[in-house]
């Protein structure tokens, strides 16, 4: 099947290090979104991509975190000087474009800070 | 800003009985309304959305949900609940003309026994 592919599935981490996580798109998505769902919470909203430029980075928590769309298909989030409290799933969704279409979920990375 | 209510951190229901999951939003003008599913291990699967038009949605599995605009609600609501149908609900608002990006609530972890 040809969904939201996200990898890797699982990543763990030494405080400090850098990390890269990908989201592979539905093909023709024009629009790529990345959440962070903690333990017990709901998913919060990090970054959305209309093509490849950021239409809205505002959930971004701070400057370590930055995530690139380059050709408006596959997306890394890059998290420098990674935090125990980073540690949570990244979930990345895609949709076709329009306010009201639904967004389409990865499995998620599951990064874990040590 | 806009914000989802889910009251609700369990729902237990036995199966073959009515279920309900409740929501509310907090929006500026209208709102898209969604549901989503999550299965332990698995990404949020899209169940359904209320665009405009008529109140009651129906989705997927059985699911609808019905818009209650005076109660500013979207409750999720089955007619007869199944074992399977044991996961995590999520509720999700995006105002209308506001931008894309997805608020949801924290929430609801339904439980069907036999």
């Known amino acids: 099947g040809a969904g939201v592919s996200q990898t890797p599935s699982n990543k763990v981490t030494e405080k400090g290090k850098y990390v890269e996580l990908r989201c592979d798109p539905i093909s023709g998505h024009t629009a790529l979104y990345w959440y962070r769902q903690s333990l017990g919470q709901g998913p919060e909203f990090l970054i959305y991509?209309?093509?490849?430029?950021?239409?809205?980075d505002s959930g971004l928590p701070n400057d370590r975190f930055f995530a690139v769309r380059p050709e408006g298909s596959v997306s890394t989030l890059k998290i420098q000087r990674t935090e125990r409290g980073d540690s949570a799933v990244y979930l990345c969704a895609s949709s076709s474009s329009g306010q009201n279409t639904e967004a389409f979920f990865g499995q998620g990375t599951r990064l874990t800070v040590v | 800003a806009q914000s989802v209510a889910q009251p609700e951190d369990q729902v237990n229901v036995a199966e073959g009985n009515p279920l309900t999951v409740k929501c509310t939003y907090s929006?500026?003008?209208?709102?898209?309304l969604f549901w989503y599913v999550q299965y332990p291990n698995r990404g949020l699967q899209f169940l359904l959305k209320y665009i405009t038009g008529d109140n009651l949605v129906k989705g997927s599995y059985g699911f609808e949900a019905e818009f209650n605009k005076s109660q500013t609600s979207f409750h999720l609501k089955k007619p007869s609940a199944l074992v399977s149908d044991s996961a995590l609900y999520f509720c999700?608002?995006?105002?209308w003309g506001s931008g894309d990006k997805l608020t949801f609530g924290t929430g609801t972890r339904l439980a069907v026994r036999p």
């Open positions: 991509f209309q093509g490849t430029g950021a239409a809205d």
């Open positions: 929006v500026s003008g209208n709102p898209y």
């Open positions: 999700a608002v995006r105002p």
